[in-house]
T-cell receptor, first 111, second 114 residues
Framework: QQQVKQSPQSLIVQKGGISIINCAYE??????FPWYQQFPGKGPALLIA?????SEKKEGRFTISFNKSAKQFSLHIMDSQPGDSATYFC??????????FGPGTSLSVIP | ETGVTQSPTHLIKTRGQQVTLRCSSQ?????VSWYQQALGQGPQFIFQ???????GRGNFPPRFSGLQFPNYSSELNVNALELDDSALYLC?????????????FGPGTRLTVL
């Protein structure tokens, strides 16, 4: 049973466009929702994270939108750049600090 | 501040062998978690160590075991290696008593089982 679902599996966006990745979770005990960016051959790096008491968090070009009642959250990358090309994982954590990852989205930003 | 480091970076083993992977946690962090990332998939939680004791385990068989040392560094041991154990093994550290759950990941060890 996949506790964190993520879509799309892959995404191609033109430079300057908006990249949108959607996630959904099952367990209402989750209280921390990070997004990780991973480049080939590297470990995941924390990009941005949100707690369920807020509906939106913005850091630079990256925005998380959170809908607690629907148990859904999404990542928006504004003004997407070729350097943003990577695999993005949404995730969810509870009090035990165990990170449950989604299956990932491979983003390609083309010039 | 030193980040999370892992060794070795790459490793090749044959079926049935045993392997030990090492992780040094970020300064000030007392909790280490290990994850297995198969090619093209998201990382899967193996187990977590907090103050030298196992503190949670994912759906992995007992041949996956670990240790945490007094300096909070950690080892992942895998016995009787199988072909499906080929993956990137990641460790992540966090400060358990902090108000945030942020975990910092190391670069991983790429294990290939032949």
């Amino acid at each position: 049973q996949q506790q964190v679902k993520q879509s799309p599996q892959s995404l191609i966006v033109q430079k300057g466009g908006i990249s949108i990745i959607n996630c959904a979770y099952e367990n209402t005990a989750f209280d921390y929702f990070p997004w990780y960016q991973q480049f080939p051959g590297k470990g995941p790096a924390l990009l941005i994270a949100i707690r369920p008491d807020v509906s939106e968090k913005k850091e630079g070009r990256f925005t998380i939108s959170f809908n607690k009642s629907a148990k859904q959250f999404s990542l928006h990358i504004m003004d997407s750049q070729p350097g943003d090309s990577a695999t993005y994982f949404c995730a969810a954590c509870g009090m035990d600090d165990k990170v449950i990852f989604g299956p990932g989205t491979s983003l390609s930003v083309i010039p | 501040e030193t980040g999370v480091t892992q060794s070795p970076t790459h490793l090749i083993k044959t079926r049935g062998q045993q392997v030990t992977l090492r992780c040094s946690s970020q300064s000030g962090h007392n909790t280490v978690s290990w994850y297995q990332q198969a090619l093209g998939q998201g990382p899967q939680f193996i187990f977590q160590y907090y103050r030298e004791e196992e503190n949670g385990r994912g759906n992995f068989p007992p041949r996956f075991s670990g240790l945490q040392f007094p300096n909070y560094s950690s080892e992942l041991n895998v016995n009787a290696l199988e072909l499906d154990d080929s993956a990137l093994y990641l460790c992540a550290s966090t400060a358990r008593e902090s108000s945030y759950n942020e975990q910092f990941f190391g670069p991983g060890t790429r294990l290939t089982v032949l």
